[in-house]
């Protein structure tokens, strides 16, 4: 069956250090891999979008790599701050390309 | 500039009643979007619209009918609510559906409270 997972609900880490974030899944073959940002109470904010024909993709300080062969993306934020604190969501285009399936969300708490 | 809007913000009612949630983009987005999030599960698609006046059936489409007569509007209604469709109903737009240009914009959610 089709599975996207999202590597905990929850993760804690310092501030100033980097967060990473997994996204795996399983009889998808996207060609295209988002990442959002949820707040309490708010709708989903779009972050970065990666093609599968790109290794890297990179925003500020964050960063998204894209691994096909092991159906796998990872999402990094460096010199986090408090203010990163946020549930982040993965989203990756269905085997129709026509619309976008999401992961449950990782919850992530940058403590100060 | 308003994106996406959303009504009602919150809404409980009765099991059995016919409910509409509106949805608004002002983006000139051609495809739409009906979600619905609850606790562990995670986004669901229930419906979308690929353009004014096609509808497609997403994850969970029973029990919710949609319309899109025009490219701005795509209310979602509920013929006859259940408990089960107590949830937070997100509707969200993009420039197009799939692909590279399937950036989603939120709107601020809809929390429905079915008893």
């Known amino acids: 069956s089709q599975k996207i997972e999202q590597n905990s609900e929850a993760l804690n880490i310092q501030e100033g250090k980097t967060a990473t974030l997994t996204c795996n899944y399983t009889?998808?073959?996207?060609?295209?891999l988002q990442w959002y940002r949820q707040d309490p109470g708010r709708g989903p904010v779009f972050l970065l979008l990666?093609?599968?024909?790109?290794k890297e993709k990179r925003k500020e300080r964050l960063k998204v790599t894209f691994d096909t062969t092991l159906k796998q993306s990872l999402f990094h934020i460096t010199a986090s701050q408090p203010a990163d604190s946020a549930t982040y969501l993965c989203?990756?285009?269905?085997?129709?390309?026509?619309?976008?399936?999401f992961g449950p969300g990782t919850r992530l708490s940058v403590l100060p | 500039i308003a994106g996406i809007t959303q009504a009602p913000t919150s809404q409980i009612l009765a099991a059995g009643r016919r409910m509409t949630l509106r949805c608004t983009q002002d983006?000139?987005?051609?495809?739409m979007y009906w979600y619905r999030q609850d606790l562990g599960l995670g986004l669901r698609l229930i419906h979308y619209?690929?353009?004014?006046?096609?509808?497609g059936k997403g994850e969970v489409p029973d029990g919710y009918s949609v319309s899109r007569a025009n490219t701005d509007d795509f209310p979602l209604t509920l013929a006859s609510a259940v408990p089960s469709q107590t949830s937070v109903y997100f509707c969200?737009?993009?420039?197009?559906?799939?692909?590279?240009?399937?950036?989603?914009?939120f709107g601020p959610g809809t929390r429905l409270t079915v008893l």
């Open positions: 990666i093609r599968e024909n790109e």
């Open positions: 619209s690929n353009t004014a006046g096609t509808t």
């Open positions: 983006m000139r987005h051609n495809a």
């Open positions: 969200a737009s993009s420039e197009s559906s799939g692909g590279a240009y399937n950036e989603q914009f």
């Open positions: 989203a990756l285009e269905d085997n129709y390309g026509q619309n976008f399936v």
């Open positions: 009889n998808y073959s996207p060609a295209y």
